[in-house]
């Protein structure tokens, strides 16, 4: 699994003469690095683009390219990170066209804002999104071919370790997200997983047997009932676990990897279809975290994940609305919209997680996907984060919304209110919750609150609130407006959310 390595060097003056490209990013209208100042200043005489527009100027450094990549201003109320990611990406880009092989970033005019504490790293972040290729084309057309640059620098003081340690699992959420569905169905996305995280210290336990999953997995049995007819569709659920040496907390994940999305019975129509290969992102996600957990073997912090994963597929077998299944917790759930199916798996995978929670040490839960058009449309590209009454208690939300913005992988908070768990309230004795509406949710008010509120009901979390004797701290994480570039479902590419967000919260020192 190839991608940019990095070499970090002290300064520009120090890097050795390897470098083919120099990428320098920043606000042009700021003071510039002394280095490299004649040269942008010479070339804005006779170009008024330059400090604009990203170029590629010819110039006394390394390879004799210098790639001016502009962020704008950094220094107004709403400026982020992000700009610094977006620069060095189209700075990378136009070094690959122009063939380097391997550029040198530097980033400057950040030194004294906290927002970009963590620039020179977003820098290479950014760098390698741009780059990346997907999975069917490196494996059609070669790694070699497509992804020509091999290494990266980049000016400043970071630890290689760490930067390789995030963008791994970065890798590995982009390829298990963006790649087709027959290519990643359930079976094939538990092999990459098995590959990934061979000879590492995260153990992987692939459930596939129907039986068991009948009987263990009954709601998420339910969304695969349909694709039981094609046995290279079987659902499977893996389990990834890493047990730290002196663990003082376990992070625990439930991760929604709904390969293809039909709708089921309530099935997509009008194009909505397409992209639905982008609906495992969730579990694409929670995956990553743990290839970059596995990467920095942390001391103290354990995590256990359960990875869903089902093709939501149209049949004479679909489940329906109006059905009562009986979850792992015993709740009875009336089907309101088989569209709505990724909690459904969701319920099923937390509420085995809350009953191992008391085996570890701190518990965290949280559930990760692209659940609700609702999310996209009301948070635009950041993800939503809706914790429950002990998370928030302990600040959970507020860990994960300061890793976001200092990482560039932003989060918004929305808040879990009781007019949600009205919502999904039973409406006769046959059931005990609803879960959803039948209309989209997008146009559905608090949609996607609501369904934090089914996900702590069917999975018995609601038990274990602050008023319990044992409240276990939990989170719901909706991706739905930022797992994708530019909300293109079809053919954005993946972010990789929310990898650098937990690794910036819970294994960056």
């Avoid at 400090?51 to 990549?69: E, Q, S, Y």
């Avoid at 730290?244 to 039909?262: H, N, R």
Wanted: aromatic fraction near 8%; glycine fraction near 10%.
């Amino acid at each position: 699994m190839a991608f940019p390595t990095v070499e970090v060097v002290e300064s520009y003056s120090t890097a050795h003469e390897d470098y083919d490209a120099v990428i320098l990013v920043g606000d042009f209208a700021q003071q510039l690095p002394a280095e490299f100042a004649d040269y942008v200043e010479r070339a804005q005489q006779f170009d008024q683009r330059v400090g604009k527009h990203p170029l590629l100027l010819t110039a006394d450094v390394f390879g004799g390219r210098l790639i001016t990549a502009p962020t704008g201003p950094l220094t107004r109320d709403y400026d982020d990170v992000r700009s610094i990611a977006d620069a060095a990406g189209v700075g990378a880009r136009i070094a690959q066209q122009a063939g380097a092989k391997m550029p040198l970033l530097v980033v400057f005019g950040t030194a004294d804002d906290a927002r970009y504490g963590q620039a020179e790293a977003v820098a290479y972040w950014g760098a390698c999104q741009a780059l990346y290729e997907p999975l069917e084309a490196r494996e059609a057309l070669g790694e070699e071919e497509l992804e020509t640059i091999r290494s990266i620098g980049v000016v400043g003081t970071l630890d290689n370790e760490w930067l390789t340690a995030v963008e791994s699992g970065k890798r590995v959420a982009r390829d298990l997200c963006g790649t087709e569905p027959e290519r990643m169905a359930p079976p094939k996305f538990a092999e990459y997983l098995q590959q990934t995280f061979a000879h590492t210290p995260v153990k992987v336990t692939v459930i596939d047997d129907i039986q068991q999953l009948q009987h263990e997995y009954p709601l998420l049995m339910s969304v695969a009932r349909a694709s039981l007819k094609v046995e290279r569709h079987w659902p499977v659920v893996v389990r990834l676990e890493y047990n730290a040496p002196a663990a003082e907390q376990t992070l625990m994940f439930a991760g929604k990897g709904i390969v293809y999305d039909t709708g089921g019975a309530d099935m997509k129509t009008g194009g909505h279809m397409a992209g639905m290969s982008r609906d495992k992102g969730g579990a694409a996600g929670v995956a990553g975290f743990m290839k970059t957990l596995a990467e920095m073997r942390p001391d103290t912090v354990s995590a256990v994940a359960e990875l869903g994963l089902v093709r939501n597929s149209i049949g004479s077998d679909a489940f329906v609305a109006d059905e009562i299944i009986t979850a792992h917790s015993g709740v009875r759930v009336r089907i309101g919209n088989t569209d709505a199916e990724g909690r459904l798996l969701l319920a099923d995978l937390l509420s085995h997680l809350r009953v191992q929670a008391g085996n570890y040490p701190r518990p965290q839960l949280f559930s990760v996907a692209t659940l609700t058009g609702h999310a996209a449309l009301a948070k635009g590209p950041y993800t939503a984060l809706v914790p429950n009454g002990a998370a928030v208690a302990q600040g959970l939300h507020d860990k994960l919304w300061q890793a976001g913005e200092v990482y560039g992988d932003p989060t918004e908070v929305s808040w879990s209110r009781r007019e949600d768990f009205s919502f999904v309230a039973p409406r006769t004795k046959s059931d005990d919750v609803l879960s959803s509406n039948n209309g989209p949710s997008a146009t559905t008010r608090r949609g996607h609150q609501f369904p934090m509120a089914f996900l702590a009901i069917a999975s018995g979390l609601d038990q274990h609130g602050n008023d319990s004797d044992h409240p276990l701290p939990y989170m719901h994480v909706d991706i739905a407006g930022s797992g994708v570039e530019n909300g293109d479902w079809q053919h954005g590419k993946p972010t990789a959310t929310p990898v650098t967000c937990f690794a910036g919260a819970y294994l960056h020192k």
